[in-house]
């Protein structure tokens, strides 16, 4: 069945006056604004420029051989003059940043006759949004040169920060605004190797600067050794599993963390393959074969499809001859997931990326981790022990913060931790994909710290205050965590901080 498109109302090449103005040249930068017919209408009316501008494009990455990183990119709804830049990349390794524009915190969601229609809890509202799809070979991007194939983050955050420069260089405008970088799942591993590049880059070229404010990430992976230790914990908690596996897989953790440590002290690639196929078939699988056909990202749910959500409207939309026209990606076929770039960064799987994190802390860069509370494959548990455990200057004032809950309009939408410029938010009634849950709280959620603000929270006396007092009720039961039953029967087993 073909889907009417609703398609755009405005195709115009711009890549000769933008690359021209920037002194890029035309062959790296090639650039398409769009407009469905159900785009979202700027908030504001500017006079000469009635709509904010939607863009698809291609960047030739400089530093690469062929390597053509495509992107969206979403002007702010608001059209404010100071509203961050933003850049949102999606996980896998090797998924498309697209699903994040259709389902979770791009401009549109997908109605029933398959058309885009406006996302009222884009994250554009308030942001400049740019959508990437990387390493290259995902997505639309491409490279006929194997040569730029990327196996590590190494690669990835020279890829980025190369993209960057090139976006700015042909968009002069968001030269000075806040910069923020985000994203979810891999993106654990991916923000802050790209953020730490930046920052390395701005200390190295005070003359160039990009302005980093800030990261987040959301159902990250940034600490196997730790979060892996997560799994049985997290799976017993939320009686996916039973005490008598539960013991038996973290019996077998020990050696896990041993094999996902060896990685990270020898960097040998054929190591890292081997610590993450032991782990995976001791520690995660065991948990998978015992819940049957649970969706990994949300355990409320069932898996339905390879990716355990159906994402077929968005494949069979965006694969239209005419949208991609739209789009100026020509014949390119899209993919969610690339199987080989997935592939080829399995030796960078197991890699510890929160060490990256504590120099930018200690430098102001605001950082935050966030978790929907349902989501298994990059629990909230495993998340808020890495964070726990990460060594900086504040980190006793983080492990004494109290846990707060966190209020939307009035109602517990989940809990925070923070201390200096370091947070931690559980989202409830969320799993792996926040954004797509919980739309409005991540949207609070995401401006709120863009702005440098604090999120609204709210302790035991104020629960008159609240309008949900079931939901907070069970927040409170969620906040407190093990049980004094479970804290006993987890002990001896417990094996996942780091000091």
């Not at 802050?192 to 990430?217: E, T, Y």
Request: glycine letters at 8%.
């Amino acid at each position: 069945m073909a889907w009417s498109t609703g398609l755009p109302i405005a195709i115009a090449l711009i890549f000769v006056s933008s690359a021209a103005a920037a002194g890029i040249a035309p062959d790296r930068l090639r650039e398409t604004t769009f407009q469905f017919e159900t785009a979202p209408v700027a908030d504001v009316k500017l006079e000469g420029q009635a709509e904010p501008r939607h863009i698809a494009g291609y960047f030739k990455l400089a530093r690469a051989y062929d390597a053509h990183m495509f992107y969206f990119f979403f002007e702010s709804r608001n059209l404010g003059a100071t509203d961050p830049l933003v850049l949102w990349m999606t996980g896998g390794p090797g998924c498309s940043s697209e699903m994040a524009v259709f389902y979770e915190n791009g401009p549109f969601n997908f109605g029933d006759d398959g058309k885009p229609m406006p996302n009222p809890y884009g994250w554009d509202v308030g942001h400049n949004m740019i959508f990437v799809d990387q390493p290259v070979n995902t997505g639309f991007s491409y490279t006929d040169d194997d040569r730029d194939r990327v196996y590590d983050e190494k690669v990835v955050a020279d890829d980025m920060l190369d993209f960057l420069q090139l976006f700015i260089a042909a968009h002069p405008e968001f030269k000075d605004r806040d910069f923020f970088v985000t994203g979810e799942s891999y993106a654990g591993h991916y923000v802050p190797a790209v953020a730490s590049r930046v920052h390395a880059h701005n200390k190295a070229h005070p003359d160039a600067q990009i302005n980093l404010k800030g990261l987040a990430i959301g159902n990250g992976l940034t600490d196997p050794a730790i979060q892996y230790g997560a799994y049985a914990d997290y799976a017993l908690l939320n009686k996916v599993i039973g005490k008598g596996l539960h013991d038996q897989i973290n019996m077998v953790a020990p050696l896990c963390r041993w094999g996902i440590n060896l990685c990270n002290s020898v960097g040998i690639t054929a190591i890292c393959y081997v610590a993450l196929l032991f782990c995976q078939d001791t520690q995660f699988a065991p948990i998978l074969v015992a819940a049957g056909d649970i969706n990994v990202y949300d355990i409320r749910k069932q898996c339905v499809g390879p990716l355990c959500y159906d994402f077929s409207r968005l494949d069979e939309f965006i694969n239209q001859a005419e949208v991609r026209k739209s789009l100026g990606v020509g014949n390119r076929t899209w993919e969610a997931c690339s199987p080989s770039v997935h592939a080829d960064m399995m030796g960078d799987w197991m890699k510890d990326y929160e060490q990256l994190v504590p120099p930018m802390l200690e430098d102001g860069i605001a950082v935050m981790v966030y978790a929907g509370v349902q989501d298994l494959i990059c629990n909230w548990l495993g998340n808020s022990r890495w964070v726990d455990a990460m060594p900086w200057s504040q980190a006793a004032e983080f492990k004494a913060a109290p846990e707060r809950p966190w209020l939307v309009d009035g109602k517990a939408a989940g809990s925070v931790k923070m201390a200096g410029p370091l947070a931690f938010v559980k989202v409830a009634d969320a799993g792996h994909m926040v954004p797509m849950d919980q739309g409005k709280a991540a949207l609070q959620m995401i401006t709120t710290f863009t702005r440098a603000a604090a999120l609204q929270t709210a302790d035991e006396a104020a629960d008159s205050d609240l309008n949900d007092a079931a939901n907070y009720a069970a927040l409170k039961a969620d906040i407190a965590g093990v049980s004094a039953a479970d804290k006993r029967a987890l002990r001896p087993t417990h094996l996942v901080m780091q000091s």
